[in-house]
């Protein structure tokens, strides 16, 4: 049995194939089921027939069996129940005259157990015999080692009936271990076969990958694999073809049709060896062969003085190959050639504009420029510098539009911060000058606390914004800052009051009391 692989390629190869598909039939499956132990005519050669008889003589007496030992004491006739009068359980002593007889507690269990690990083994016999019949095919060589597995599974009736179960479930093993080690020769087989198929088809040696792939199949037609392996074969001629006009093409420097060639290759069968590499590489080609064109055109086109149609040229390049340094200086060969006058003219009335303080007028002649070409420094410094003198200006404005505000410690800081920022602009026009100082005054001014004489009647509860709840006095000092602050009173049993006071230097006291009742 171990040498299984060389007896079915020395029998079976694919003359087998070509001349009948598979003349030989499939041994049919035969349920062994502790058949009846009637020897046949011809043990080493039953008949169909012969076989037939025994899995009906199996079936019969299993179901004999099965009703025999599963029936309960209370099923039996009452004259042949033991007796349980005295507590003990009396075994009769002479056989039922019915014709039946009650096996003996331990004989049953015996049976019982042996019945069950009978059936488990004669389960994996069927098993294993249904698989041989429908996935695997042994060819007719082997056919005497099925017989002997039958035969042997038919002595396990016999012993079984003759009450030796040791013996019977020794026979169904050795039956069952006969099918197995078939099914395990016959997959090892076929796994290398279909290896070498795959080898085969690697090295693109088709006949050989062909006569590997056909045994494989001829052991398991059913496998989708070996099925899928053998497109892949078919397919094999026609890949070879393609590739060596791919070859041919990517020699001859025509990429784009290498390239479509390799895709027709994948689209045949995704599976060929190193494909994805090979288009991966093609096209990395196709890229840089591109990105040559392009320059190419884009400088003569600059010559021509077709400025657009080159700085288009130039930023194709840069698409494919986003830090090529010859697109850049093509385009900004593109910006000298064409864009400079506008350019510079425009650069100069951004100037001017920073210069006035017209910092949105200068942003908008800078957004001009980067629309011509996004890549001028100048262009791109000039605007952010509109952009910074307008913020700034636009703070320091609204710092002295609201100086109250100053009053919080946050905002006030704040304030410090942009008046630093804008004394280090670069662009130092009267409105951001005056504003500047304006500012720093307010900040002089509002640095300095004050003293806030807060005047009341010892019940009311006090709380001013941004410094919090104050309690209940007479007279309190409190030190603010410059600003506005909302001041509120409340006592239980009056309504609350609310007082704004924009604190200055000179700003001495307040009373707040609550004196209107609630009804």
Known sequence: MRIWGSRYRKDHRLSELSDKPRSQQPIKPVEVKLTDPTPSADPKQPTSKSRLLLV????????????????????????????????????????????????????SL???????????????????????????????????????????????DKLYYAEQYDEALG??????????????????????????????????????????????????????????????????????????????????????????????????????PQINETI??????????????????????????????????????????????????????IAVNKDLFTIKEKNKAGETSLNNGQWENARQVYEEILRIDPNIQAAIEGRDLAVSHQRVEDLLTRINAEPFKLSSEKLFLEAKAILRESQVLKFQTLKLVDLAEKTSELLSVYAEPVDVVLLSDNATDILISNIGRLGKFQKKTVSLRPGRYTIRGSQIGCKDIYRTIDVSPDYNSVTLICEERLN
């Open 110 to 156: 015996a049976k019982q157990s042996a019945d069950q690990k009978a059936r488990l083994v004669i389960s994996e016999y069927m098993t294993i015999e249904k698989k041989l019949n429908s996935e695997i095919f042994i060819g007719n060589t082997l056919n005497e080692e099925i017989l002997r597995a039958e035969e042997l599974a038919l002595t396990g």
């Open 280 to 333: 991966a590489a093609v096209n990395e080609q196709v890229r840089l062969n591109r990105v040559q064109e392009l320059l190419t055109s884009g400088f003569k086109l600059l010559e021509n003085e077709s400025f657009e149609p080159a700085r288009q040229a130039f930023q194709q390049v840069l698409d494919l190959d986003s830090s090529n340094p010859t697109a850049r200086s093509g385009l900004e060969q």
């Open 171 to 272: 026979q169904y093993e050795e039956a069952t271990e006969t099918l197995r080690e078939l099914v395990s020769n016959a997959e090892t087989t076929f796994d290398s076969l279909l290896e070498e198929a795959l080898q085969n088809l690697q090295n693109q040696q088709t006949k050989a990958a062909r006569q590997s792939v056909n045994e494989a199949l001829f052991i398991k037609p059913g496998s989708q694999i070996a099925q899928e392996v053998r497109k892949r074969i078919e397919l094999l001629p026609r890949i070879i073809e393609l590739s060596r006009n791919a070859k041919n093409d990517e020699l001859a420097g025509n990429y784009r049709n290498a390239l479509n060639t390799y895709e027709q290759i994948k689209q045949l069968d995704p599976r060929t």
């Open 56 to 107: 009906l003589a199996a079936a019969i007496s299993l179901t004999l069996i099965m009703l025999f030992v599963m029936r309960e004491p209370d099923s039996l006739p009452k004259e042949n129940r033991p007796s349980t009068s005295s507590g003990v359980i009396k075994m009769p002593s002479t056989p039922i005259e019915s014709g039946t007889q009650t096996a003996a507690p331990f004989e």
